[in-house]
């Protein structure tokens, strides 16, 4: 399909017949403000315009890389390190990774590396030619066309008038240039143009009509001047300039480089294979992309029709003008036949008359939540992410990573806020946020599965299973939103609607970026296996945290538990998750609003409105008791995880460091349950809204039990059979604090988060077992508004007692807890022995005796045959020192023949120890100590010359003959192994 950059009318307008005009310009009922909130596709073409310069850095880094490194030297680094390319991703990626240092250093010595300018300038390039199609294209729309300006077919000036009389009402600052198409018969016309010069093109049917159906001649020219209004025009042809420059300038270079990635391939036994099914999925992604960009801006331009027909019938359009919107319909062949038709009218840039006309009857094709826009922004922005993750690791990668999740949540929450504020103004359903969030999920796995950024080499990764997590990421994230929009739109009192959709905005887009941010640096590792060593994080608390140990179970259990949770940035998590439960409870604290706010008055037409119909909220009464329940039996759960540890305690003056531990486990587990359980029952008997009620309940429960066992460890010690770290009385919260400290984040951050979705669960099983309800018709449930009284019923001082109470002691532990190290009287409350390579796990399968050889052949070519040549020499040289009498009776020829490389050995012996271990776990496992037995041989030599120690000189000197036979052993076995090599 051909990118058509018109966002004009349909050219059928001239197709249709003429209404009664009584009855057309008659109030139309169910209306709505199309302006409420905004349409939401402004983030939609930034995300397009943002994913047409990733891709283009990608196509063009790929290229770049494989012209700067023709002979794959990088590739050869990671065989020298390990790397399997035959095993699974994550495995050739932990190989290098567990050498990272020495990988770098490789990469750094050996790959030719190009300025680090040639990919940012392709891609300025890139845009600065995208500027310049975009200057050019409205001169290339007028070519041909033989357009004549209408002053030279107006000789009079009534059609300028008229003209000028629409510019006015459609408030445009600046009056565009009128052309008119002679040759053009139907009664259309088309806006093109550039920023601040656009035209206005009527056709020739539609100036001939212009004295005998006025109302259509209006109709048509302030629907073009609406697409000026909202700035259509500009962001359209900017997105098509940039999509064409792809198109012809990036995608035909790319196409190119994957034929002769493809050819080296077929043509290799070992890399053949993987590289085969990278690049097929690179290829395969590419198309799947292209028909992504077209099914997404022909969904905004669509969108961005409706809009400009609401616009027009806002100034004043008649209804009637829309002669087409009376066309027939094609008649109904069956589900088959529905399914057809919609997948055709997906590719159309504008709607169907069928649509259209229902958007000009009622609110519903304006206000409704698409599956396909979510669906669409799902799949675009997680190509997006991808390819930004691709690029490289940095601050600027994470920032624009952040811009694409909030690109994502900024079009979700205006989709289910719009959605749910028809539902509040018309009385039919509102969104429960399960279907926005499925496709929104669906979308983001398609993303994921297409770049391949944890498969690599396979089809799918090792546990696509785990791609599950996007899809609860984003059901939790549209639930919550829908449901809160819901809450607030019932209880905000503004004359202004966008302040409280401000506040909800926020939550969602912190919830979603946080939750996607750990998606994309951790959670999507997690799809190509387990990437964490328990082993070593086990060792890192037994070392950490002396005293007493626990049992190897317990022990194993809290390094699986702490190898998920480690990853999450804890505090951000925690403010997130705090505003999803914070939020819905000053809602409740407001109650609903018993009469119609100034927004509600403003989102309607004068003379039409239903009755403003707050319905009933769930009781804030109900929602204290269950919050009241589960505070208890947090604040319950506490007492028994102490009695229950103080039974265990150890003696008296032994360190308790893995019994705080122990103590920060337990309670993590039960209040955590006690959260799950809290919102889950919570979930299911609140037919209304559940999702915000059970985090406003969970979220009271967590802080009842997390401020519980704060007070209860700040003295403890006082209550005798609740002692678990101290036998003496006393108050000390400083204590206390660095378990709280811990303890909070897990609690109301992770945990609270999983109890949310419990809820969603526990709504998705009520919405199965409910039989449908159909979406009502607008004027079918609705009478008229009543406008709100000033002031109203004072809200009952108990209730807004409770809730700031709960709300500021919320915002105190989180504060507190957000503290930086050592402000909050503690320090080192985080540290830990555990470094980067500690996590990762030990290499666990052997290689294919093929791919072993390569490696082998890989790390002698790449530094290794250096190495232990050089260790050899300086061996070979003591060697025939010793020949010499003189080398066991002068000390002064041992200094000047012997000392200088018993040195050179002991900085050799450095360099192999720094470089890449023997590929051949069996030569790794026969030989692993010649770097440490070099630097020992170096090390005493200099020392027994030095201060003349003829004992230490002595071992010393036997010392080298060994390491001699255990170099030449090593020297020859790899030789051996390499020389195994198909290419030999």
């Given at each position: 399909?051909?990118?058509d950059p018109d966002p004009g009318p349909d050219p059928r307008l001239d197709l249709g017949t003429e209404r009664d005009a009584d009855t057309a310009s008659s109030p139309v009922p169910g209306r709505m403000d199309a302006r409420l909130l905004g349409a939401g596709t402004g983030p939609r073409f930034l995300l397009l315009i943002l994913l047409f310069v990733t891709s283009s850095a990608t196509v063009v880094s790929a290229v770049f890389h494989s012209l700067t490194?023709?002979?794959?030297?990088?590739?050869?680094?990671?065989?020298?390190?390990?790397?399997?390319?035959?095993?699974?991703?994550?495995?050739?990626?932990?190989?290098?990774?567990?050498?990272?240092?020495?990988?770098?250093?490789?990469?750094?010595?050996?790959?030719?590396?190009?300025?680090?300018?040639?990919?940012?300038?392709?891609?300025?390039?890139?845009?600065?030619?995208?500027?310049?199609?975009?200057?050019?294209?409205?001169?290339?729309?007028?070519?041909?066309?033989?357009?004549?300006?209408?002053?030279?077919?107006?000789?009079?000036?009534?059609?300028?008038?008229?003209?000028?009389?629409?510019?006015?009402?459609?408030?445009?600052?600046?009056?565009?240039?009128?052309?008119?198409?002679?040759?053009?018969?139907?009664?259309?016309?088309?806006?093109?143009?550039?920023?601040?010069?656009?035209?206005?093109?009527?056709?020739?049917?539609?100036?001939?009509?212009?004295?005998?159906?006025?109302?259509?001649?209006?109709?048509?020219?302030?629907?073009?001047?609406?697409?000026?209004?909202?700035?259509?025009?500009?962001?359209?042809?900017?997105?098509?300039?940039?999509?064409?420059?792809?198109?012809?300038?990036?995608?035909?270079?790319?196409?190119?480089?994957?034929?002769?990635?493809?050819?080296?391939?077929?043509?290799?036994?070992?890399?053949?294979?993987?590289?085969?099914?990278?690049?097929?999925?690179?290829?395969?992604?590419?198309?799947?992309?292209?028909?992504?960009?077209?099914?997404?801006?022909?969904?905004?331009?669509?969108?961005?029709?409706?809009?400009?027909?609401?616009?027009?019938?806002?100034?004043?359009?008649?209804?009637?003008?829309?002669?087409?919107?009376?066309?027939?319909?094609?008649?109904?062949?069956?589900?088959?036949?529905?399914?057809?038709?919609?997948?055709?009218?997906?590719?159309?840039?504008?709607?169907?008359?069928?649509?259209?006309?229902?958007?000009?009857?009622?609110?519903?094709?304006?206000?409704?939540?698409?599956?396909?826009?979510?669906?669409?922004?799902?799949?675009?922005?997680?190509?997006?992410?991808?390819?930004?993750?691709?690029?490289?690791?940095?601050?600027?990668?994470?920032?624009?990573?952040?811009?694409?999740?909030?690109?994502?949540?900024?079009?979700?929450?205006?989709?289910?806020?719009?959605?749910?504020?028809?539902?509040?103004?018309?009385?039919?359903?509102?969104?429960?946020?399960?279907?926005?969030?499925?496709?929104?999920?669906?979308?983001?796995?398609?993303?994921?599965?297409?770049?391949?950024?944890?498969?690599?080499?396979?089809?799918?990764?090792?546990?696509?299973?785990?791609?599950?997590?996007?899809?609860?990421?984003?059901?939790?994230?549209?639930?919550?939103?829908?449901?809160?929009?819901?809450?607030?739109?019932?209880?905000?009192?503004?004359?202004?609607?966008?302040?409280?959709?401000?506040?909800?905005?926020?939550?969602?887009?912190?919830?979603?970026?946080?939750?996607?941010?750990?998606?994309?640096?951790?959670?999507?590792?997690?799809?190509?296996?387990?990437?964490?060593?328990?082993?070593?994080?086990?060792?890192?608390?037994?070392?950490?945290?002396?005293?007493?140990?626990?049992?190897?179970?317990?022990?194993?259990?809290?390094?699986?538990?702490?190898?998920?949770?480690?990853?999450?940035?804890?505090?951000?998590?925690?403010?997130?998750?705090?505003?999803?439960?914070?939020?819905?409870?000053?809602?409740?604290?407001?109650?609903?609003?018993?009469?119609?706010?100034?927004?509600?008055?403003?989102?309607?037409?004068?003379?039409?409105?239903?009755?403003?119909?707050?319905?009933?909220?769930?009781?804030?009464?109900?929602?204290?008791?269950?919050?009241?329940?589960?505070?208890?039996?947090?604040?319950l759960g506490v007492v028994v995880v102490l009695a229950r540890i103080h039974a265990v305690r150890p003696p008296v003056g032994q360190p308790l460091g893995q019994q705080a531990l122990l103590v920060l486990a337990w309670l993590f587990v039960v209040l955590a349950a006690v959260v799950v359980v809290t919102a889950s029952v919570t979930g299911s008997v609140t037919p209304r809204l559940p999702v915000p009620a059970a985090a406003v309940t969970a979220g009271t429960?967590?802080?009842?039990?997390?401020?519980?066992?704060?007070?209860?460890?700040?003295?403890?010690?006082?209550?005798?059979?609740?002692?678990?770290?101290?036998?003496?009385?006393?108050?000390?919260?400083?204590?206390?604090?660095?378990?709280?400290?811990?303890?909070?984040?897990?609690?109301?951050?992770?945990?609270?988060?999983?109890?949310?979705?419990?809820?969603?669960?526990?709504?998705?099983?009520?919405?199965?077992?409910?039989?449908?309800?159909?979406?009502?018709?607008?004027?079918?449930?609705?009478?008229?508004?009543?406008?709100?009284?000033?002031?109203?019923?004072?809200?009952?001082?108990?209730?807004k007692a409770a809730v700031a109470a709960v709300c500021l002691t919320a915002l105190t532990l989180i504060t507190a807890t957000s503290l930086p190290v050592g402000t909050s009287g503690h320090s080192g409350a985080r540290t830990t022995s555990l470094t980067r390579q500690d996590l990762v796990p030990a290499q666990a399968s052997r290689p294919s005796e093929e791919v072993l050889a390569l490696q082998t052949d890989a790390w002698l070519r790449l530094g290794g045959?250096?190495?232990?040549?050089?260790?050899?020499?300086?061996?070979?040289?003591?060697?025939?020192?010793?020949?010499?009498?003189?080398?066991?009776?002068?000390?002064?020829?041992?200094?000047?023949?012997?000392?200088?490389?018993?040195?050179?050995?002991?900085?050799?012996?450095?360099?192999?120890?720094?470089?890449?271990?023997?590929?051949?776990?069996?030569?790794?496992?026969?030989?692993?100590?010649?770097?440490?037995?070099?630097?020992?041989?170096?090390?005493?030599?200099?020392?027994?010359?030095?201060?003349?120690?003829?004992?230490?000189?002595?071992?010393?000197?036997?010392?080298?003959?060994?390491?001699?036979?255990?170099?030449?052993?090593?020297?020859?076995?790899?030789?051996?192994?390499?020389?195994?090599?198909?290419?030999?």
């Open positions: 399909m051909r990118p490194d023709p002979r794959n030297i990088a590739a050869g680094c990671a065989l020298a390190s390990g790397s399997d390319p035959r095993a699974d991703f994550l495995g050739a990626s932990l190989a290098t990774l567990r050498s990272d240092k020495a990988f770098r250093a490789c990469v750094d010595r050996f790959v030719p590396h190009a300025s680090a300018w040639p990919v940012p300038a392709a891609v300025v390039a890139l845009v600065l030619a995208a500027g310049a199609l975009y200057w050019m294209l409205p001169r290339w729309k007028q070519r041909g066309r033989r357009l004549v300006p209408v002053e030279a077919i107006d000789p009079h000036g009534e059609l300028s008038a008229v003209l000028d009389e629409l510019v006015g009402v459609a408030g445009l600052s600046r009056r565009p240039r009128f052309v008119v198409s002679p040759a053009s018969r139907t009664a259309s016309a088309v806006v093109f143009g550039r920023w601040r010069h656009h035209v206005v093109c009527l056709h020739g049917g539609l100036v001939a009509i212009r004295d005998s159906d006025a109302r259509r001649f209006r109709a048509v020219v302030l629907h073009e001047l609406a697409h000026l209004h909202n700035r259509d025009v500009d962001i359209t042809y900017a997105t098509v300039a940039l999509w064409r420059v792809f198109l012809l300038a990036v995608l035909p270079g790319y196409l190119v480089w994957a034929v002769l990635a493809l050819r080296d391939a077929l043509s290799s036994t070992v890399f053949g294979p993987p590289s085969l099914v990278a690049t097929s999925r690179d290829v395969a992604s590419t198309a799947v992309l292209v028909a992504l960009v077209f099914l997404t801006r022909a969904d905004i331009l669509r969108t961005r029709e409706l809009y400009a027909d609401a616009d027009a019938i806002r100034w004043g359009a008649d209804p009637a003008g829309w002669g087409g919107a009376t066309g027939s319909v094609a008649p109904d062949r069956g589900r088959l036949g529905r399914a057809a038709r919609a997948l055709a009218a997906a590719w159309r840039s504008h709607p169907g008359w069928d649509r259209r006309r229902r958007a000009l009857v009622g609110s519903e094709e304006l206000f409704h939540s698409s599956a396909l826009t979510l669906f669409l922004t799902g799949a675009t922005a997680s190509i997006c992410a991808g390819q930004l993750h691709g690029l490289g690791a940095g601050w600027v990668v994470r920032l624009a990573a952040a811009t694409v999740a909030g690109l994502i949540a900024t079009t979700v929450a205006v989709n289910l806020w719009r959605a749910a504020a028809r539902a509040v103004l018309t009385g039919v359903r509102a969104p429960s946020g399960l279907r926005a969030g499925w496709w929104l999920g669906a979308g983001l796995v398609l993303g994921e599965v297409l770049t391949g950024g944890v498969s690599g080499w396979r089809v799918l990764p090792r546990h696509p299973e785990v791609f599950a997590l996007l899809v609860v990421i984003s059901v939790v994230v549209t639930c919550w939103t829908a449901q809160f929009a819901d809450l607030a739109l019932r209880c905000w009192r503004g004359s202004r609607l966008r302040p409280a959709f401000a506040a909800g905005l926020t939550a969602t887009l912190v919830a979603f970026a946080l939750t996607y941010d750990w998606w994309q640096s951790s959670g999507r590792i997690f799809a190509a296996g387990w990437p964490f060593s328990e082993s070593a994080i086990r060792a890192a608390l037994q070392h950490d945290l002396p005293g007493p140990p626990l049992g190897a179970t317990t022990l194993t259990v809290i390094a699986v538990v702490l190898s998920v949770v480690l990853p999450w940035e804890q505090d951000p998590l925690l403010w997130a998750v705090t505003a999803l439960w914070v939020l819905p409870l000053l809602a409740w604290g407001m109650g609903a609003a018993n009469r119609a706010p100034a927004w509600a008055l403003r989102a309607l037409p004068p003379g039409e409105g239903p009755v403003w119909r707050a319905g009933r909220l769930p009781s804030f009464r109900r929602l204290a008791v269950a919050a009241g329940l589960g505070a208890g039996g947090a604040c429960a967590g802080l009842a039990g997390v401020t519980a066992a704060f007070l209860l460890l700040s003295a403890d010690g006082c209550v005798s059979p609740l002692a678990a770290l101290d036998t003496t009385c006393a108050w000390l919260p400083g204590g206390a604090w660095p378990l709280t400290e811990l303890l909070l984040p897990l609690v109301l951050g992770l945990a609270l988060f999983v109890s949310v979705f419990t809820a969603v669960i526990a709504t998705a099983v009520r919405r199965l077992r409910r039989r449908p309800r159909p979406d009502t018709a607008d004027h079918d449930r609705r009478t008229r508004l009543r406008p709100a009284r000033d002031g109203g019923r004072i809200r009952a001082p108990a209730r045959r250096e190495l232990l040549v050089e260790m050899t020499g300086e061996v070979l040289h003591i060697m025939t020192a010793l020949q010499d009498d003189r080398a066991f009776t002068d000390r002064g020829y041992a200094a000047r023949a012997i000392r200088p490389h018993c040195l050179g050995l002991r900085t050799a012996a450095q360099r192999l120890g720094a470089y890449f271990p023997v590929p051949d776990p069996d030569v790794a496992r026969q030989r692993p100590t010649l770097p440490t037995q070099g630097r020992r041989i170096g090390t005493n030599c200099r020392q027994a010359i030095d201060e003349g120690k003829r004992d230490l000189y002595l071992t010393s000197m036997n010392d080298v003959l060994t390491l001699s036979e255990r170099l030449s052993g090593v020297l020859r076995e790899v030789t051996a192994e390499a020389d195994q090599h198909p290419s030999r």
